[in-house]
């Protein structure tokens, strides 16, 4: 990233940690204004925490986080005019549904206090807004978990806050609701405007929804660009294997390309060892006479539109499971037991380590 | 063929022996003394009743009894307020330890509670000399009894909140705080009303064991009439002077207290059941 974009968030050399783990270790990122972001990784790769971070719920052990380029350090919780939404949506549950949406406004000091009316009106164009008119009166247990998830979203959003965060938005939610709530999302980031940062450890999600990926592992980002950028061209082994599952071949480069499964794969790097991941659904499978790898059709699982295709390929001790669409198949027969070819039709090298 | 009463098989015979003896067992030990109590009270009328409620020294007691409970109440309820805060909403060194500490009045004797407290500020105690040289007294008069009494009682507050505030957790603070509200606000707005059922409850259980505490009062009280005596001690002393209707009379009042703090908790249950879920 050049430097001449405009920062709404910098998070520099950003370090903590929990006892003896190390929750983030060095984080650099800089957050584009009205961008949404996704923090993507396994869990405990320190996702949570850095949301916590900027929220200024945790107090990192050292480094600079900076909001439109001022130090955040003097900051407290109540200054940094952040909606956070927890994972669990921390709902006051004496509260009624209106009342927790107007609690922002109604703790203000008096001197910026709205009148109670002018509180009464800005509640009643959230609930709107959140499509949860008429259910100001109920309380959160009266509420589904998608209501829920919306309360706490209208609730954050009360306090006008110059930067929305999302702690595992749909982690609570079945799947369908999950993915309705997921367009609308991506409808109310496109109204407001507003930069938002979210966590989630579905790659599905943060690729689906956000403008740029920062993957995470082990307290470290490992990559950061757009949904394309990340899934094209993974910059780790790591990447490669948590987009999409993939597996790992040892290869030889030689003159600027290496033989993957059955295909030549050209590559930046200097001749010697090399790993060569391979996606599941990148994997070519034809019947016995064609040029390939040749491999045993294990089993054979159908799930949706795909079927899952488990190989034994010689010199691999695990299986490989191959993807491929159920309509490419439609009509041919796979034979548990027989020999099948395959072809890698892309795959991604990266020196051995 | 005869279908058994529940899926656990029993026949009504077993059920309806059981449902029997756990209500004698509770009769027995439970309301017959109670009875007994209003029944001995009232043994020679209403009349004989109502003097000895009026008697000066049944008066100096409900007085005091009412005193020390106003100081120990309040006391323990900040202190178990405290308590429970930091137990449930922060990691330190020594917390387990503290849960432990505060349940060491329900495992200790009242006596020996009671004599802790001599052997503290007693003439012949550790900071004996030194109270007596600033010729203040402890031990033998007021300040004594309130001292064991916030000593026996400390528990119940926070052992009613450590473990409705652990379920709460910490997520609703932390939303409040980052909506904007102060460290003041969000206790006022979020966790008390929370905590409110459990919080009556616990000062109601507190309120009602030191208002009847006998054993470490007794201790650090030196039974002077009319002036250390709680209402607990007074039944003790009229009774062993055979004056029996006094005695129950005053007994019945602590007997009155148990009941309506039986009531309550029954009311708070039920409201603290519908509004508070753990």
Known sequence: MSKSEPVAIGVSNLSHTFGDFPALNNVSLDVRPGELLALLGPSGSGKTTLLRAIAGLARPDSGVISFQGADAEGLSLRDRRVGFVFQQYALFRHMTVADNIGFGLRVRPRRRRPTRAAIASRVAELLALVQLDGLGSRFPDQLSGGQRQRVALARALAIEPQVLLLDEPFGALDAKVRKELRQWLRGLHKETGLTTIFVTHDQEEAMELADRVVIMREGRVEQVGTPAEIYDAPATPFVCDFLGHAFRFSVAVQGGSARVLGADVATKLADGPALAYVRSHDVAVAPVEANGVAARLLALRGSGASLALEFALPGLSAPVEVLCPRVNVAGEDFVVGADYVLTARAAHIFPAP | ?278
């Open chain 2, 1 to 278: 063929m005869r279908i058994a009463s529940s899926v656990t098989g029993e026949s009504a015979l077993v059920k309806y022996l059981l449902i029997g003896l756990a209500l004698i067992w509770l009769a027995g030990f439970l309301l017959l003394p109670l009875i007994v109590v209003f029944v001995e009270a009232l043994r020679q009328g209403v009349g004989a009743y109502l003097t000895a409620l009026v008697h000066d020294d049944a008066l100096a007691a409900m007085r005091l009894t009412l005193l020390v409970s106003a100081i120990a109440v309040p006391a323990n309820l900040v202190f178990g307020l405290v308590a429970s805060w930091s137990i449930a909403k922060f990691r330190f060194r020594g917390r387990n330890f503290l849960i432990t500490i505060i349940d060491i009045p329900f495992s200790v004797s009242p006596v020996i509670s009671g004599l802790v407290f001599v052997l503290l500020f007693g003439a012949q105690g550790v900071f004996g000399a030194f109270l007596v040289s600033q010729k203040i007294q402890i031990i033998f008069a007021v300040p004594g009894i309130v001292l064991a009494t916030i000593f026996v009682t400390f528990p119940f507050v926070a052992r009613q909140l450590i473990p409705l505030m652990q379920a709460q957790g910490i997520d609703e603070e932390e939303a409040a705080l980052s909506l904007g509200a102060s460290g003041f606000r969000t206790f006022c707005l979020v966790t008390l009303p929370n905590i409110k059922w459990a919080l009556f409850y616990g000062v109601l259980l507190c309120n009602a064991r030191a208002m009847g505490e006998f054993g470490a009062v007794s201790v650090v009280s030196g039974h002077i009439r009319g002036l250390t005596n709680t209402m607990p001690l007074h039944v003790e002393i009229l009774y062993n002077e055979y004056n029996f209707v006094a005695a129950f009379a005053t007994a019945s009042l602590l007997a009155l207290l148990a009941l309506v703090t039986l009531g309550l908790k029954t009311l708070l249950e039920r409201r603290g059941g519908r509004d508070v879920k753990i």
